[in-house]
């Protein structure tokens, strides 16, 4: 017998997801513990038990559903929350084809060992506080004090968000004392990029996955009049941002080639016509798939920072956000994946992963492994985001013969 996913069944699970949390703007918004959220939760708890798994809900809200067997526990999952006004398969296409996965193992009645679990796990697009917070509890590495002083991107502290749910800080610290011992991660996801798209193979098989730096930053000068205030006088917090900005890109384009710098927030006070600015806040990160590169990129980078807030008479400060450690994927994974690739006759392309996931935080608990489709043109938390479903057939098809050799 050929072991298949059922696409069409995959497909309309994910059409019937993607309409939970749809917004005015055409997209889906449905962050972790939201009304949205928890009528998803709720579809997927049937959907889990339609297909003879047994549910479980731990303290964080990660949703799982298993397939007994002896030993340690082979797991496959991503998450169902999204960013604000997103697209439909970022996450989704993970949870839903390793629901596939399982439910096709059930029906063909093929012979397994070792236990079999799909994962959702809460938050991973960080909507609440920092990103992964449900993988994070998942394997006990949170922090107690930016849980209980933590606000969420809408400013709300978390322990808001919580009333009312059956969720508490307390019971997300200890959510990882209920979980099972893991072998192996599985996760499948949109690239989130263009390259497999661009050179026209369905499979992407991921290599590394880019650790992240993130800060908010401060340059503090001195407000003023801009009518009367010198250029040659002024310590305008705006300027020592926008050369921090342009010298720090230049240079981890020159030094680091390959690494990643990005300014994506910021807030200028007094933020007045008329005004020099005294303060630039800023959201700053930086990823590469190296650690030796990030540590060589935190030491460099804020001294240039420093620099430059000494050249232009204003002073630079920085707090952690998040921090995230870079993951190579194991020898072991690799090559499942390829064999099976190449026995399947999939076309594929071994390629690191800039954007972080899930399985990047269950590396610190088991060998993981992901496998990627493409995205057209590239497009990813969009309402434009899309896939083709042959692709998604073939990367699930691989994602389940991958899961039955792990699991033999």
């Known amino acids: 017998m050929k072991l298949q996913i059922n696409v069409d069944r995959l497909r309309t699970n994910l059409e019937d997801l993607g309409r ?3 917004d005015p703007n055409d997209g889906i918004t449905r962050p972790s513990f939201s009304r949205a959220d928890f009528e998803a939760r709720v579809w997927l708890k049937n959907k889990i038990q339609d297909a003879g798994l047994a549910y479980r809900l731990d303290g964080a809200g990660n949703i799982f ?18 960013v604000i ?11 839903l084809a390793g629901l596939e996965c399982l439910r096709t193992i059930e029906e063909s009645g093929v012979k397994i060992s070792r236990p079999l679990e799909l994962a959702a796990f809460t938050d991973e697009e960080g909507n609440l506080v920092g990103d992964f917070l449900g993988s994070r509890a998942f394997i006990g590495c949170l922090d107690k004090e930016l849980l209980e002083k933590g606000r969420t991107q809408i400013g709300r502290p978390l322990k808001e968000i919580l ?14 004392t209920t979980a099972p011992d893991l072998d192996a991660y599985l996760e499948l996801h949109i690239e989130q990029g263009p390259v ?15 650790g992240k730096h993130y800060r908010w930053c401060s340059f503090s000068g001195t407000a003023g009049h801009a009518g009367t205030t010198p250029l040659e006088l002024r310590r305008d917090a705006f300027l020592g941002l926008a050369d921090f900005a342009l010298k720090s890109t230049q240079h981890v384009a020159t030094h680091h080639y390959g690494s990643m710098v990005t300014v994506g927030k910021v807030q200028v006070l007094p933020g007045a016509f008329s005004i020099v600015p005294g303060q630039a806040d800023f959201s700053y990160e930086f990823r590469s798939h190296a650690k030796e590169t990030l540590e060589a990129l935190e030491r460099e980078l804020f001294s240039l920072a420093d620099d430059i807030a000494a050249t232009r008479g204003l002073s630079f400060a920085s707090k952690i956000i998040d921090l995230t450690e870079p993951v190579s994927i194991p020898p072991r994974i690799m090559d499942i994946l390829k ?12 390629l690191p992963s800039g954007a972080g996931h899930d399985a990047q935080i269950l590396a610190a608990k088991a060998d993981v492994g992901m496998i990627f489709i493409p995205s057209p043109d590239g497009v990813s938390h969009s309402p434009q985001e899309t896939i083709r479903w042959e692709d998604l057939e073939k990367g699930a098809n691989l994602l389940l013969h991958a899961l039955v050799i792990l699991a033999e």
């Open 20 to 22: 939970i949390g749809r």
């Open 196 to 210: 497999l798209d661009t050179e026209d193979i369905p499979v992407g098989i991921v290599t590394s996955i880019a």
């Open 163 to 176: 009333k009312g749910t059956d969720f508490t800080i307390d019971g997300i610290l200890e959510a990882h």
């Open 339 to 350: 064999i099976e690739c190449e026995r399947l006759g999939y076309p594929y392309l071994p």
């Open 85 to 95: 006004n997103a697209g439909m398969f970022d996450g989704s296409v993970g949870v």
């Open 65 to 82: 559903g298993r397939k007994d067997g002896s030993g340690r526990t082979v797991m496959v999952g991503s998450h169902i929350d999204t």
